[in-house]
C-alpha cells in the first residue's frame, strides 16, 4: 500500500506546476489529472516522465478530462462514438505508458433508464481489454452522479464481468451518495485496485485528514486484507485546504497510516 496525493487537488494550477508543487514537497506518489487535449501529446508527456524521474515520484494512476463525455461516448445507441472514443482513449494509455502509471479512472455512465449493467458491462469491457493491450488497467469509480454511485449496481458488475473488472473507491463520493465507504469494499472485493481518500465529517465530506470522523484503522485495515497493493490517494477539492503545508500535513498523516500495510513491513 502506498500513499500519495493527486494534482487534481490544485487546480486550476497547470498540471506540470502541480507536480512540481508536491514533489519538492516531498510527495513520492501522486496521481496525474489530465485537465486538456494538449497535455496528451507525446512531448508533453516525456516532459512529465522528465519531473518524475528527476525528483524519483512515482505516478499511479490518470484521470482523464474526458469523464463528463463519458455517458455520450460509451453509452449511446450511436456506435461511431464508441470507435471514436475507444481510438482516443489510446492517446491516455500512450501517455500512461510514457509516465509510467497503472491505473485510468473511469467514471462510466450517468443513470438512465436505457443504462442498464448488461449495456454498461458491454461497453465497459471494450475499454477494459483496449487498456491490457497497453499493459493499464481501466478501473471503474464511484461517483455519486453516475450509475456507480449504488454499491449494488458495482456488485452486480463486478460479478458479471470478473478478471475483467476493476475499482476506484473514493470515500467522499461514497458519503455524498448516501453510503457507507465500507460497502463499497464489501461489494468490490479483491478488485479494489485503487483509492481516493479524504476524511468526512460533521463539516463536509471532502476535508483534510484529521478535521473529521472517518474510521481510517477499520478501512485500512479492511482494504489491506482485500488488496495491499493499493495506491491510496489523497484527493481534495482547492476549497478545503488553505496553503500546501496543509496538503503536504494530510499526506503524511496518510503515510504513517498505510506504513504498517506497506510490502516492506
Known amino acids: 500500500m502506498i500513499a500519495g496525493v493527486s ?4 487546480y486550476p494550477k497547470p498540471i506540470e506546476e502541480s507536480l512540481y508543487d508536491l514533489a519538492v514537497n516531498g510527495v513520492s506518489c501522486v496521481e496525474l489529472f489530465i485537465n486538456t487535449h494538449s497535455e496528451l501529446k507525446k512531448g508533453f508527456a516525456h516532459g512529465m516522465a522528465g519531473l518524475l524521474k528527476r525528483f524519483d515520484v512515482k505516478c499511479a494512476s490518470v ?14 445507441s450511436y456506435e461511431r462514438r464508441m470507435n471514436d472514443i475507444l481510438e482516443y482513449y489510446k492517446l491516455y494509455f ?9 491505473i485510468l ?17 458491454e461497453r465497459y469491457s471494450k475499454l477494459f481489454r483496449l487498456g491490457k493491450e497497453f499493459g493499464v488497467t481501466v478501473a471503474v469509480e464511484n461517483v455519486s452522479r453516475c450509475k456507480s454511485a449504488n454499491s449494488a449496481f458495482i456488485k452486480d458488475i463486478a460479478g458479471k464481468l470478473g478478471n475483467e473488472f476493476a475499482f476506484v473507491l473514493d470515500t467522499k463520493q461514497a458519503v455524498r451518495a448516501g453510503e457507507n465507504p465500507m ?14 481518500i479524504s476524511d468526512s465529517g460533521e463539516m463536509g465530506d471532502c476535508l483534510l485528514i484529521g478535521r ?4 481510517f484503522k477499520q478501512f485500512f485495515g479492511k482494504l489491506a486484507g482485500l488488496n495491499p497493493d493499493c495506491a491510496v490517494i489523497l484527493e481534495l477539492y482547492r476549497s478545503g485546504w488553505g496553503g500546501i503545508s496543509d ?5 503524511n498523516t496518510l503515510v504513517r497510516m498505510t506504513e504498517p500495510y506497506s510490502r516492506e513491513k
Do not use: Q, W
Open 212 to 215: 473529521g470522523r472517518f474510521n
Open 183 to 196: 460497502n463499497f469494499l464489501d461489494a468490490a472485493g479483491d478488485k479494489v485496485s485503487h483509492v481516493h
Open 63 to 76: 484521470h482523464p478530462f474526458t469523464s463528463e463525455m463519458e455517458t455520450m461516448m460509451f453509452f449511446s
Open 247 to 251: 496538503l503536504v500535513s494530510s499526506y
Open 105 to 121: 479512472v473511469f467514471h462510466g455512465g450517468k443513470p438512465s433508464s436505457a443504462l442498464n449493467s448488461e449495456l454498461y458491462c
Open 94 to 102: 500512450r501517455f500512461m505508458n510514457i509516465v509510467g502509471a497503472d
Open 7 to 10: 494534482t487534481a487537488c490544485l
